[in-house]
């Protein structure tokens, strides 16, 4: 294990690894095909993140190692994680919802050597030739069954064909699946599989499972009851469609919750600002379609709600490792209709309760309020703005004590900040139109 190890857990917040992790370090040196099988929420990431940091020559500026994720905001995520860890590897995520061409300037104007990729943006570059493989000797596929079930299959294996010294192939997955990948099976003839899967027992083990028999008409209502109990606990709700995301969202935030909406079929822009707004405790509750049930790391989720029947074992698996992450415990309910009692997708019993079980909610039948709002601040990265910036310019012009300022988001020409609730009319009042390093910005809420 590189020295330094502890140093980089230490700047993410970890003080120990787990499990999970020391086998992946201690497995990690072989050159060959090595999986890493293991629930959701048990460290996968780091788990590959610090051998691939130690794997990359920081003196070369040549493309060295490539990760490929499912989705635009697990590449991202990995690409933030890296960031905090504070190394002295240069590196980029490559992603949809925004242009190749804007992506192709930053590929050129300076070195990387690493790349966070989603399948489908990774090759439009190799095949323009603004990314070249001939470098890469560490290739990651992270959820590869998620990248395989999303019919990427093609692009993996152009992916593989275009990194020829790749010495070492690294698979993650919560799920088991069989047979190896065609793509993977070519590339190395050697594999090592490290399955902790067991461990997933234990995980469903520290959630409470409630299914709940509803009519589909009588959905909605249920789910608006539900969240009252929950008060000002955090909870995913998961939904089989974007339209039906859509209609609860709107449905749940004319009863006056505190809500956001996120599936594959908003703007970019949109979809990070729910993800930041639930990640920062600026709203309480998240729909979303199965997208948000792969390799997103929240914190604080108590409750899994399944507003729809999940599709297979594997979709239930992924959206419940939401909660309960590391020795956390959580909640899980399902919304049974009669007809999905006897289909849901759920790998063991569970009881099922009549909706008018449900214990009452308060004697408030108003939702809670989340403990931050979100403020939009007009001045990010091309303005050279840093968190430290941003809190100094808050406790500065608003008179605010540090800790009422809680996560910071900065993107190239705006920033989010999450802002203890009761501090939220005081900031924009007193903050709007201020100075952040001599520019002028416009502070105002989201919410």
Same mark, same amino acid.
């Given at each position: 294990? =590189?020295?330094?190890?502890?140093?980089?857990?230490?700047?993410?917040?970890?003080?120990? !690894?787990?499990?999970?992790?020391?086998?992946?370090?201690?497995?990690?040196?072989?050159?060959?095909?090595?999986?890493? =099988?293991?629930?959701?929420?048990?460290?996968?990431?780091?788990?590959?993140?610090?051998?691939?940091?130690?794997?990359?020559?920081?003196? +070369?500026?040549?493309?060295?190692?490539?990760?490929?994720?499912?989705?635009?905001?697990?590449? &991202? #995520?990995?690409?933030?994680?890296?960031?905090?860890?504070?190394?002295?590897?240069?590196?980029?995520?490559?992603?949809? %919802?925004?242009?190749?061409?804007?992506?192709?300037?930053?590929?050129?104007?300076?070195?990387?050597?690493?790349?966070?990729?989603?399948?489908?943006?990774?090759?439009?570059?190799?095949?323009?030739?603004?990314?070249? %493989?001939?470098? @890469?000797?560490?290739?990651?596929?992270?959820?590869?069954?998620?990248?395989?079930?999303?019919?990427?299959?093609?692009?993996?294996?152009?992916?593989?064909?275009?990194?020829?010294?790749?010495?070492?192939?690294?698979?993650?997955?919560?799920?088991?699946?069989?047979?190896?990948?065609?793509?993977?099976?070519?590339?190395?003839?050697?594999?090592?599989?490290?399955?902790?899967? *067991?461990?997933?027992? *234990?995980?469903?083990?520290?959630? *409470?499972?409630?299914?709940?028999?509803? *009519?589909?008409?009588?959905?909605?209502?249920?789910?608006? &009851?539900?969240? $009252?109990?929950?008060?000002?606990?955090?909870?995913?709700?998961?939904?089989?469609?974007?339209?039906?995301?859509?209609?609860?969202?709107?449905? =749940?935030?004319?009863?006056?919750? +505190?809500?956001?909406?996120?599936? %594959?079929? $908003?703007? #970019?822009?949109?979809?990070?600002?729910?993800?930041?707004?639930? &990640?920062?405790?600026?709203?309480?509750?998240?729909?979303?379609?199965?997208?948000?049930?792969?390799?997103?790391?929240?914190?604080? @989720?108590?409750?899994?709600?399944?507003?729809?029947?999940?599709?297979?074992?594997?979709?239930?698996?992924?959206?419940?490792?939401?909660?309960?992450?590391?020795?956390?415990?959580?909640?899980?309910?399902? $919304?049974?209709?009669?007809?999905?009692?006897?289909?849901?997708?759920?790998?063991? !019993?569970?009881?099922?309760?009549?909706?008018?079980?449900?214990?009452?909610?308060?004697?408030?039948?108003?939702?809670?309020?989340?403990?931050?709002?979100?403020?939009?601040? +007009?001045?990010?990265?091309?303005?050279?703005?840093?968190? %430290?910036?941003?809190?100094?310019?808050?406790?500065?012009?608003?008179?605010?004590?540090?800790?009422? @300022?809680?996560?910071?988001?900065?993107?190239?020409?705006?920033?989010?900040?999450?802002?203890?609730?009761?501090?939220?009319?005081?900031?924009?009042? &007193?903050?709007?139109?201020?100075?952040?390093?001599?520019?002028?910005?416009?502070?105002?809420? $989201?919410?």
């Amino acid at each position: 294990m =590189l020295s330094n190890y502890a140093l980089y857990l230490s700047r993410i917040g970890i003080s120990s !690894p787990v499990a999970t992790q020391t086998a992946f370090w201690e497995a990690s040196p072989r050159e060959g095909g090595l999986m890493l =099988l293991a629930p959701t929420g048990s460290g996968k990431t780091v788990a590959f993140m610090l051998p691939l940091i130690e794997a990359v020559d920081a003196s +070369s500026p040549t493309l060295q190692a490539v990760v490929i994720t499912p989705t635009r905001e697990l590449a &991202r #995520q990995h690409l933030q994680v890296i960031k905090q860890m504070q190394t002295p590897i240069a590196s980029v995520a490559l992603h949809g %919802g925004r242009s190749v061409a804007e992506e192709q300037r930053t590929l050129q104007g300076r070195p990387v050597q690493v790349v966070f990729a989603t399948p489908g943006r990774l090759t439009d570059h190799l095949r323009a030739g603004s990314l070249s %493989g001939e470098t @890469v000797r560490l290739l990651v596929i992270d959820e590869f069954d998620k990248c395989l079930s999303l019919g990427f299959h093609d692009e993996m294996g152009d992916i593989v064909a275009s990194v020829p010294a790749v010495s070492r192939l690294w698979l993650t997955s919560a799920t088991e699946l069989h047979p190896l990948p065609r793509f993977a099976a070519r590339a190395m003839t050697e594999w090592y599989t490290l399955n902790f899967l *067991e461990a997933q027992r *234990e995980v469903l083990g520290r959630m *409470e499972i409630t299914g709940i028999a509803v *009519e589909e008409k009588q959905k909605k209502a249920l789910i608006h &009851r539900l969240l $009252l109990t929950l008060e000002d606990k955090q909870s995913l709700v998961f939904v089989g469609q974007r339209a039906t995301a859509d209609d609860l969202y709107a449905y =749940l935030k004319a009863k006056g919750h +505190s809500v956001v909406c996120y599936h %594959g079929g $908003l703007a #970019q822009e949109r979809r990070q600002s729910a993800l930041f707004a639930f &990640r920062s405790k600026s709203t309480l509750t998240m729909i979303c379609t199965d997208l948000g049930a792969r390799g997103l790391d929240f914190e604080h @989720v108590a409750s899994v709600i399944h507003y729809d029947a999940p599709e297979s074992q594997e979709d239930f698996t992924h959206r419940c490792g939401r909660t309960a992450r590391f020795d956390a415990t959580g909640t899980v309910y399902l $919304l049974v209709t009669p007809s999905e009692i006897s289909e849901t997708a759920v790998p063991f !019993p569970f009881r099922t309760i009549p909706a008018t079980n449900l214990p009452e909610p308060p004697s408030a039948t108003s939702p809670q309020p989340a403990p931050y709002g979100l403020l939009y601040v +007009s001045g990010g990265k091309r303005d050279k703005i840093s968190k %430290g910036d941003l809190v100094g310019f808050f406790c500065r012009s608003a008179d605010l004590q540090a800790d009422a @300022v809680g996560l910071i988001e900065i993107a190239a020409d705006h920033s989010l900040v999450a802002v203890k609730r009761e501090w939220i009319p005081t900031a924009i009042t &007193r903050a709007d139109g201020g100075k952040v390093k001599k520019r002028k910005v416009r502070v105002f809420t $989201l919410q």
